[in-house]
């Protein structure tokens, strides 16, 4: 099993914003062989610096369909407006990605 998750960082304000995009987006995700699920989770809001953290959470069968996603024409197509959100971002994505060594 393999986990891939994106980290952003919202500027306060444009959260809303944010989770509507995510909401209504085609991600073709369950077309996608060895996709399992998928989670958008918001975390803690730094006041200090301005921004809420979110993070985008895929769980895949597989490290190698999880890289047959990122190289389909379903993650070019998710992702094709992905740069209408810049503004609401501070930073760009920080990606992480794991393969699980023991779970239930």
Known sequence: MYIAMNRFKVQTG????????????DSKLGEMQGFRQFHLLRGPVNEAEGYTLYASHTIWASYED????????????????AGSTKAAYIG?????????????
């Not at 444009?14 to 987006?25: A, C, L, P, Q, V």
């Open 14 to 25: 444009s959260e809303e914003t944010f989770e509507d995009i995510w909401k209504n987006r």
């Open 66 to 81: 999880f890289v047959a996603w990122t190289k389909s024409e379903n993650f070019r197509a998710a992702h094709r407006n």
């Open 92 to 104: 760009p994505p920080a990606f992480e990605g794991f393969s699980v060594v023991e779970g239930a």
